[in-house]
């Protein structure tokens, strides 16, 4: 069973305008989260953390925010522009592991011009 | 400064022969993992190390080794490929359990 889910497989933003990403996760135990950013053909690229102690964390244009009572997460990035279209991944890290992640299937975000 | 190079970027495999894939990172990291990626799919561990000399299971480790020789390089092995093993494999690294991990730009492997 999916621990960490990314219900909207895609999503259609136009330029200038806010994209939010959703993440749901199922394990309560899961105190630190991360989203990456992926174009074709390259390996994931780290965009911003955040710890269960926080509920929202912000770095320019990206901002994610934890609901923990509701397990959910968010991306949201404003305004959107046309190079951030890519897949990001939500992810969590497992928290018997070893710094090793749990991820979401992704969403692939697409921004308009 | 490179980062994590991994090599092949590319290469196809027939039932039944091995290979292995190199990890190679320059960030002086502790912890490396091995990750692949199936369509539609997150990505998944397959074996990790958090240290040199040290290696563990992940969520899909069969049919697969791995070695930790010298604390730069991870190397993922298969025995003897298989059909199901065709993926896009992602090494990654991080200075501890609880940062940031840094991929490289993966490996794309076909098995027929």
């Known amino acids: 069973d999916q621990q960490v889910k990314q219900n909207s497989p895609s999503l259609s933003v136009q330029e200038g305008r806010i994209s939010i990403l959703n993440c749901d996760y199922t394990?309560?135990?899961?105190?630190?989260f991360l989203w990456y950013k992926k174009y074709p053909a390259e390996g994931p690229t780290f965009l911003i953390s955040?710890?269960?102690?926080?509920d929202k964390n912000e770095d320019g244009r990206f901002t994610v925010f934890l609901n923990k009572s509701a397990k959910h997460l968010s991306l949201h990035i404003v305004p959107s522009q046309p190079g951030d279209s890519a897949v990001y991944f939500c992810?969590?890290?497992?928290?018997?592991?070893?710094?090793?992640?749990?991820f979401g299937k992704g969403t692939k975000l697409s921004v308009k011009p | 400064n490179a980062g994590v190079t991994q090599t092949p970027k590319f290469r196809v495999l027939k039932t039944g022969q091995s290979m292995t894939l190199l990890c190679a990172q320059d960030?002086?990291?502790?912890?490396m993992y091995w990750y692949r990626q199936d369509p539609g799919m997150g990505l998944r561990l397959i074996h990790y190390?958090?240290?040199?000399?040290?290696?563990a299971k992940g969520e899909v480790p069969d049919g697969y080794n791995v070695s930790r020789l010298k604390k730069q390089n991870f190397l993922l092995g298969l025995e003897s490929a298989a059909p199901s093993q065709t993926s896009v494999y992602f090494c990654?690294?991080?200075?501890?359990?609880?940062?940031?991990?840094?991929f490289g730009q993966g490996t794309r492997l076909t098995v027929v």
């Open positions: 990654a690294t991080s200075r501890n359990r609880d940062t940031e991990a840094f």
């Open positions: 394990n309560s135990m899961f105190d630190y």
């Open positions: 955040i710890s269960s102690i926080k």
């Open positions: 992810a969590a890290s497992d928290p018997q592991g070893q710094g090793n992640l749990i």
């Open positions: 960030m002086n990291h502790e912890y």
């Open positions: 190390s958090v240290g040199e000399g040290t290696t």
